[in-house]
């Protein structure tokens, strides 16, 4: 064989147990997490592996396990702070479990069952969902194949799914009782043209809340999209009204931060001394001084280790009932809403 040849050949486990004087089903232990191995086999191993440059191909192996350590994450929106923070700890969180992450992002609206497709060609060990519900139907296939998949902040499904919830409820409420205990009466709620799922329920729960405290209108300010750009569009609706209301929820800080650049811009409005103003998150530019923005904190960390935490369940038990895991929020205070 050629120098060229040896160079480009592809170093295999029976390389590194030849070098290593073990067997192959030694060098498998060794690269196998909790699998029984001497210490002295597992040195042998590790210096011939390294020596020869050797790497565990894991697309290989899962195909004789039926099963690889890759965990898909879907998300969308990206450019949101929090949707970033959400996947940035996801991955974190898979990393530290021996669970490899894959992101793969769907645009917009889009249907993400073709990119859930896709991953089910590479046998992965689930799927975590954070952009729109899936269909029904392509939660029912990764039913049907043994594929655990975890729905974060998405509204039920027939199929046995598991889901993960920020508790949205809550979140509405505690904005409409702040700002009516800022001394707001006269209430509006920037929200999007289609709200997503948790962004309904926000929306829902704070409307509610308000008519309880005796507030039976709540105007409704609606952008295209849940952006920097359709907090702006939602600040100059708000100033084109006829009587601008003196307490506003955004329904997440993103949007908030461009309602806000807005009012500053125009100068119309000042906050907090004519609008009060609360949003849904508490991502870290909420507390820049330039905003000072009163906000329900969401711990992304937090929310990240539940996800997997059921994730892990179902791997290790799958005939447990779908769960449905709720994580609390609370209320950051800011100048925003200061009397």
């Given amino acids: 064989m050629s120098d060229k040849d ?9 390389d590194v147990a030849r070098l290593a004087g073990v067997s192959r089903s030694a060098v498998s232990r060794t690269f196998t997490p909790n699998a029984s191995v001497s210490e002295e086999t597992r040195n042998k191993v590790m210096q011939a592996a390294q020596a020869l440059g050797y790497r565990v191909n894991k697309l290989a192996s899962s195909l004789i396990n039926n099963r690889s350590d890759l965990v898909g994450i ?3 929106n990206m450019d949101n702070p929090f949707r970033s923070r959400q996947v940035e700890y996801l991955a974190k969180t898979l990393l530290a479990n021996n669970l490899r992450p894959i992101l793969l992002l769907v645009e917009g609206e889009e249907d993400p069952s073709r990119i859930i497709g896709m991953l089910l060609e590479y046998n992965v060990s689930g799927v975590i969902v954070t952009s729109d519900t899936p269909p029904q139907s392509i939660c029912e296939e990764c039913v049907t ?3 655990p998949m975890v729905l ?15 508790d949205n409820p809550r979140s509405g409420r505690i904005a409409a009782e702040t700002l009516f205990n800022s001394g707001c009466r006269k209430l509006a709620v920037v929200t999007t043209v289609k709200p997503s799922y948790s962004l309904s329920v926000r929306v829902g729960a704070f409307t509610e809340r308000c008519r309880s405290l005796g507030i ?11 952006s920097y750009d359709g907090g702006r569009h939602a600040a100059d609706l708000l ?12 329904v997440s800080d993103y949007m908030a931060m461009g309602f806000l650049d807005q009012l500053r811009i125009a100068q119309k409005i000042a ?5 009060k103003v609360i949003s849904c998150d508490d991502i870290p530019q909420a507390g820049w001084p330039v905003y000072d923005l009163s906000s329900i904190r969401q711990d992304p960390e937090q929310l990240a280790e539940l996800v997997v935490e ?12 779908a769960a449905v895991k709720v994580l609390d929020v609370s209320l950051t205070a800011r100048n925003s809403t200061a009397k």
């Fill in 6 to 14: 040896s160079h480009n050949k592809k170093v295999t486990s029976v």
């Fill in 74 to 76: 879907i998300a969308s």
């Fill in 145 to 147: 194949l043994g594929v």
């Fill in 152 to 166: 974060v902040n998405k509204d039920q499904t027939d199929a046995m799914v598991d889901r993960v919830l920020l």
């Fill in 216 to 226: 039976e209108t709540v105007e409704r300010f609606s952008a295209p999209e849940q």
């Fill in 239 to 250: 100033m084109a009204a006829a009587e601008p209301a003196d307490g506003v929820f955004c």
């Fill in 271 to 275: 906050v907090p001394q004519q609008l």
């Fill in 310 to 321: 059921v994730l892990l369940e179902r791997i290790h038990n799958p005939e447990l009932p």
